[in-house]
């Protein structure tokens, strides 16, 4: 599966943005899917995911009750839904597929297939 992640910009601390990864190649709805975010100088992270059918999803501590993360398997698109962003959430943001887990999984080397990134960039 391809993914493609989108969305990204420059938004105020406070602020909204909305990631989309539109999936392309295989059949979307198989796959678990997951958010990461990377930022200068650090190791990538653990954002969000969500099981093949919409039903489960977990969240990493530093973003719970901000994010929302969802998918359409009908339009082969996950999303990110991001509010009350803060400066420490600028990161480039990845979206993963996870062909194989049972359940949600955080750990990066979980995820078979990863979608290019795109910038997200808070200021305070």
């Known amino acids: 599966v391809q993914l493609q992640a989108s969305g990204g910009g420059l938004v105020q601390a406070g602020g909204s943005l909305r990631l989309s990864c539109a999936a392309s190649g295989r059949t979307f709805s198989i796959y678990n899917m997951g958010w990461f975010r990377q930022a200068p100088g650090k190791e990538r992270e653990f954002v969000a995911a969500i099981s093949w059918s919409g039903s489960d999803t977990y969240y990493a501590d530093s973003v719970k009750g901000r994010f929302t993360i969802s998918r359409d398997n009908a339009k082969n698109t996950g999303y990110l839904q991001m509010n009350s962003l803060k400066a420490e959430d600028t990161a480039v943001y990845y979206c993963?597929?996870?062909?194989w887990g049972t359940g949600v999984r955080t750990p990066v080397r979980a995820y078979d297939y990863w979608g290019q990134g795109t910038q997200v960039t808070v200021s305070s």
């Open positions: 993963a597929a996870d062909r």
